[in-house]
């Protein structure tokens, strides 16, 4: 995704890039039906970190972005954050697949 290109040259981005990227990414890990659950922890984890870093880049211009996207970030910030340990814990339950071997 475009979110994830973004991602990958964040030491590069704008506070407005950022802002806008940790947006994309709540957005993303809101569809829980259509993610895994590695993935929603990924995601979490990326908005999080992209909407601090947009915010210590610019707190204005984040808040701005927020604005315009009429979603309350700082909530959403606090509802993940609080429930973090919970997805972590999905998303470790969901990568150890145990495969049974008949060995003859």
């Known amino acids: 995704s475009i979110a994830n290109i973004v991602y990958s040259n964040k030491s590069n981005c704008t506070a407005e890039e950022l802002?806008?990227?940790?947006?994309?990414y709540f957005a993303l890990?809101?569809?829980s039906k259509e993610i895994n659950a590695k993935q929603?922890?990924?995601?979490?984890?990326r908005a999080i970190e992209c909407c601090n870093a947009a915010e210590t880049a610019d707190a204005d211009v984040a808040k701005e972005i927020y604005e315009k996207s009429g979603k309350d970030i700082a909530s959403l910030k606090a509802k993940y954050?609080?429930?973090?340990?919970?997805?972590?814990?999905?998303?470790n339950d969901s990568t150890s697949i145990k495969v049974k071997v008949n060995v003859k």
Do not use: C, H, S, W
């Open 19 to 24: 802002a806008n990227v940790g947006i994309a």
């Open 81 to 91: 954050t609080e429930k973090l340990p919970d997805y972590e814990k999905a998303a």
């Open 29 to 31: 890990a809101g569809q």
């Open 40 to 45: 929603q922890f990924d995601y979490i984890n």
